[in-house]
């Protein structure tokens, strides 16, 4: 199947410190979407990639669409409290969106 | 900013029951999803919608789940005889054009006793 696999699972980094995290498959997708998943809530949607090697920024994020297809990355720079979450990934293969497992971030003050 | 919106925001029902998951997309879009999300896990794919049918559905997406779009506006998950293992985050998405991103919902949490 189309499985995407995110790296890594969970991190724990002080405020102010940048974050790096991965996403690959074995797969070529199309589209990469970066979504956040606040406890309770749906995700919102951070970023979307529409083409390879596209380097794309919304305020302290960076996200980069793989040049091979098959990988994406999110950076953010200078962390916050309030980036806590669940980061996703996704990949569109057709008309369907594969999410992966999910980083789990913990910012400490 | 326009909104997926579901209700209810928290179903608990017994198991065997009968549940319907309501969902309101955005106005203008044109394909609809149902995600599951058991807790602590990732998103899965249930299904999608499109022209008023089913353009694909996962293996979870067994005989007992099914979609409606009984109006320009609603559209909804029935799960048929509820189980145990049906418990999860229900997510409804859509989206407009073909390769837009989805737009999410906030859930319907399902508890079956």
């Known amino acids: 199947g189309q499985q995407l696999n995110q790296s890594p699972q969970s991190m724990f980094i002080q405020e102010g410190e940048d974050v790096s995290m991965n996403c690959t498959s074995s797969?070529?997708?199309?589209?990469w979407l970066w979504y956040k998943q606040d406890p309770g809530e749906g995700p919102v949607l951070l970023i979307a990639?529409?083409?390879?090697?596209e380097l794309t920024s919304n305020g302290r994020l960076t996200a980069q669409f793989g040049t091979t297809r098959k990988d994406s990355f999110l950076n953010i720079s200078a962390s916050i409290p309030s980036d806590v979450g669940i980061y996703f990934c996704a990949g569109l293969k057709g008309q369907n969106f594969v999410f992966g497992p999910g980083t789990r971030l913990s910012v400490l003050p | 900013e326009p909104e997926v919106t579901q209700t209810p925001s928290h179903q608990v029902t017994q198991m065997g029951q009968e549940v319907i998951l309501r969902c309101v997309p955005i106005?203008?879009?044109?394909?609809f999803y149902w995600y599951r999300q058991i807790l602590g896990q990732k998103v899965e794919f249930l299904v999608s919608?499109?022209?008023?049918?089913?353009?694909?559905k996962s293996e979870i997406f067994d005989d007992q789940f099914s979609v409606e779009r009984p109006d320009g506006s609603n559209f909804t998950l029935k799960i048929r005889s509820t189980k145990l293992e049906d418990s999860a985050m229900y997510f409804c998405?859509?989206?407009?054009?073909?390769?837009?991103?989805?737009?999410f919902g906030n859930g319907t949490r399902l508890t079956v006793t």
């Open positions: 106005s203008n879009h044109l394909y």
């Open positions: 990639l529409y083409k390879a090697g």
């Open positions: 998405a859509s989206r407009d054009l073909r390769d837009s991103p989805l737009h």
């Open positions: 797969s070529i997708f199309n589209t």
């Open positions: 919608f499109y022209n008023n049918e089913i353009s694909e």
